[in-house]
């Protein structure tokens, strides 16, 4: 993650760290959930989950498997709905997610 950006109170917050933990469907060899920390310029976690609803390969290249869906996300007991994206080297993809 590159940027990004907490709504809070009226103030928009910058996304100071971030920590992505994904659960993999390896039958699929894709994703299949997400777990995201968000640390803000306040020190606040701000904790997101989302679930794969659908998703789709996309390759582009031939040394690296992509995945793109869509999630189910929740945050502080609000829902909304959103792309997940992965990016696979053929590596990751024989090591961990051939069964």
Same mark, same amino acid.
């Given at each position: 993650?590159?940027?990004?950006?907490?709504?809070?109170? @009226?103030?928009?917050?910058?996304? /100071?760290? &971030?920590?992505?933990? +994904?659960?993999?469907? +390896? =039958?699929?060899?894709? /994703?299949?959930?997400?777990?995201?920390?968000?640390?803000?310029?306040?020190?606040?976690? *701000?904790?997101?989950? @989302?679930?794969?609803?659908?998703?789709?390969?996309?390759?582009?290249?031939?040394?690296? *498997?992509?995945?793109?869906?869509? &999630?189910?996300?929740?945050? =502080?007991?609000?829902? @909304? *709905?959103?792309?997940?994206?992965?990016?696979?080297?053929?590596?990751?993809?024989?090591?961990?997610? +051939?069964?």
């Amino acid at each position: 993650m590159n940027r990004g950006w907490v709504w809070k109170d @009226g103030q928009l917050l910058t996304v /100071q760290q &971030a920590r992505i933990e +994904t659960d993999w469907d +390896t =039958a699929n060899r894709r /994703q299949a959930a997400h777990r995201v920390v968000a640390i803000d310029e306040t020190g606040a976690e *701000h904790v997101l989950h @989302g679930e794969l609803r659908a998703a789709a390969p996309w390759h582009t290249w031939s040394n690296v *498997h992509m995945s793109v869906g869509l &999630a189910r996300w929740e945050c =502080a007991g609000r829902v @909304g *709905h959103g792309d997940s994206q992965v990016a696979m080297w053929t590596d990751f993809v024989r090591a961990a997610l +051939t069964p």
